[in-house]
């Protein structure tokens, strides 16, 4: 896939989501919807629902839970089935929106100058 004037986290990001739609083929139209459709409208639903702050530099393209999501959230849009992503991924969602509203708390005690804990 052409990854011209992309960033490399953007790149490694595309390159994972093409890989967890199975698209092997080169297409203009297909890697520009995935790459300025399906993957933006992925992280930004997120950290909306996640409630990832618009201030968190945060990378999806690393491994863990909220990487899991976006791969996931891309493969239920690119097959129109948005609906289901949020019922299957319903217990992942709620655990990493818990952690995030921890952190979230933590950073906010820490710049009040008060231990989090």
Not at 8 to 32: G, N, P, S
Not at 57 to 77: R, V
Request: aromatic share 12%; with cysteine; proline share 6%.
């Amino acid at each position: 896939m052409a990854a011209d004037n992309i960033p490399a986290v953007e790149c490694a990001l595309f390159q994972q989501v093409m890989r967890k739609l199975k698209i092997t083929w080169e297409d203009e139209e297909t890697a520009h919807r995935v790459r300025d459709e399906i993957i933006p409208n992925a992280e930004a639903a997120l950290r909306r629902r996640l409630g990832i702050p618009d201030s968190a530099d945060f990378p999806f393209a690393n491994p863990g839970p909220e990487n899991i999501l976006l791969e996931n959230h891309c493969w239920y849009d690119w097959y129109d089935a948005l609906e289901e992503f949020h019922e299957n991924y319903f217990d992942l969602i709620e655990e990493c929106r818990r952690r995030w509203e921890v952190m979230q708390y933590a950073a906010e005690k820490k710049a009040e100058g008060a231990d989090p804990l």
